[in-house]
């Protein structure tokens, strides 16, 4: 099998993406740590890695590859004959649409706002700032009812099958769902919330993001 080493700081969404899908797979992995918050993903060696310095990058056998989309359809196909993507074409067409509403509209509120000013600013001794936050909770809000409007729901977002997409949204509900402003942004999904109730409970999910 491939040697494979995912780069990338533990508590990262997109890190736990990724290794949550390795633990469907199955698969042996390194994980090298590489600080987002000390300035070690900005270092020129691991900028020589990701030159937008940010996490994951995998390594498959000395070849480098980044940002999670092809990060993790690149495992799917090579070790998991794709099991953790839909195989009928709407549904395919689904699982990107999810990824593309996370990546481009969700992650930049909910986790670089709102995560972010709820649960570290505090941590590291300083204060939220509320406008930040109320400026972020309706697009975040959309964001999730969007995906809300797209997704099965049960048992998991696409259907009968754990996949990527809801590799995707566990690690941002992890944080999500410690702050306040969860109540407000999935007060009209649902099904999601009763999608967060199972998949909570999944012991990889326990492994990888506990
Ligand atoms: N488009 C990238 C986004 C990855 C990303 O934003 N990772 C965050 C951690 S969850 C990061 O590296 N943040 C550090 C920074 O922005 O400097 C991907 O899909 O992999």
Not at 50 to 73: C, H
Request: net charge negative.
């Amino acid at each position: 099998m491939a040697k494979l080493t995912v780069y990338g700081t533990p508590i990262s969404t997109y890190v736990r993406t990724t290794r949550l899908l390795l633990e469907g797979i199955g698969a042996d992995y390194d994980l090298k740590s590489v600080d987002i918050f000390n300035g070690e993903s900005q270092s020129a060696e691991y900028l020589a890695k990701n030159p937008f310095g940010k996490v994951p990058t995998l390594e498959v056998d000395g070849t480098l590859l980044y940002e999670t989309n092809a990060i993790v359809e690149y495992l799917d196909a090579t070790l998991a004959d794709r099991k953790f993507s839909p195989s009928e074409p709407l549904a395919q067409a689904r699982m990107r649409q999810i990824i593309s509403i996370i990546d481009s509209y969700l992650y930049a509120n909910a986790i670089s706002t709102i995560v972010i000013q709820r649960l570290i600013v505090p941590n590291q001794g300083g204060k939220p700032d509320e406008a930040l936050i109320a400026n972020a909770v309706a697009p975040a809000k959309t964001a999730l009812e969007a995906i809300e409007s797209l997704t099965v729901g049960s048992p998991y977002l696409l259907g009968s099958d754990v996949g990527i997409a809801d590799f995707y949204l566990i690690p941002i509900f992890i944080y999500l769902s410690k702050t306040p402003e969860f109540e407000a942004v999935t007060a009209q999904t649902p099904k999601l919330r009763t999608w967060w109730d199972g998949v909570s409970q999944r012991p990889d999910v326990k492994k990888v993001c506990g």
